[in-house]
T-cell receptor, first 112, second 111 residues
Framework: DAKTTQPPSMDCAEGRAANLPCNHS???????VYWYRQIHSQGPQYIIH???NNETNEMASLIITEDRKSSTLILPHATLRDTAVYYC?????????????FGKGTHLIIQP | KAGVTQTPRYLIKTRGQQVTLSCSPI?????VSWYQQTPGQGLQFLFE???????NKGNFPGRFSGRQFSNSRSEMNVSTLELGDSALYLC??????????FGPGTRLTVT
């Protein structure tokens, strides 16, 4: 029973902003939105997380809608090295019995 | 700050053997989690350790075990290896209750 829905793949031109959507219509009030990515054959990489406010760090921005039912990860100036599978996860903060669970994610391909 | 390190990076074992994988978390991180990743099953949670205690465990058979040392370094052991244990084994450390930082993984091949 997937908690998030993401498009399976997206393309973006190098140097442009990559906007990756995620639907999480059944999110609970105490669940955060996390984004990770995995470049082929490497370990997953944490990107950003948020509860209800928009967040920005050196890697990306996270925009969460007011009703919290969807969010968008923004990579402001995509490079070829941003080609990866991006995973949107909703979960409560803290340890949980099942750790992190990744869905199928979005395969983002940055085109030169 | 150095990232999460895992050793060895690649390993080939034979069915029935056992294997021990090692993980050194980021300095100051006390929580270490282990995951198995395969193309068919995706990322699956094995267990999590905090301050030398197993805090959570996934749905894996008893052949999979782990431990954490006082310096937060962790090891996982798989006994009586099966072909289906071939996977990328990932270790992740966490400074708090939010994000997890993953190592590069150990690629285990069982023949």
């Amino acid at each position: 029973d997937a908690k998030t829905t993401q498009p399976p793949s997206m393309d973006c031109a190098e140097g442009r902003a990559a906007n990756l959507p995620c639907n999480h219509s059944t999110i609970s009030g105490n669940e955060y939105v996390y984004w990770y990515r995995q470049i082929h054959s490497q370990g997953p990489q944490y990107i950003i997380h948020g509860l209800k406010n928009n967040e920005t760090n050196e890697m990306a921005s996270l925009i969460i809608t007011e009703d919290r039912k969807s969010s968008t990860l923004i990579l402001p100036h995509a490079t070829l090295r941003d080609t990866a599978v991006y995973y949107c996860i909703v979960r409560v903060a803290g340890p949980s019995a099942d750790g992190l669970t990744f869905g199928k994610g979005t395969h983002l391909i940055i085109q030169p | 700050k150095a990232g999460v390190t895992q050793t060895p990076r690649y390993l080939i074992k034979t069915r029935g053997q056992q294997v021990t994988l090692s993980c050194s978390p980021i300095s100051g991180h006390r929580s270490v989690s282990w995951y198995q990743q395969t193309p068919g099953q995706g990322l699956q949670f094995l267990f999590e350790y905090f301050s030398e205690t197993q805090r959570n465990k996934g749905n894996f058979p008893g052949r999979f075990s782990g431990r954490q040392f006082s310096n937060s370094r962790s090891e996982m052991n798989v006994s009586t290896l099966e072909l289906g244990d071939s996977a990328l084994y990932l270790c992740a450390s966490s400074p708090n209750t939010y994000e997890q930082y993953f190592g590069p993984g150990t690629r285990l091949t069982v023949t």
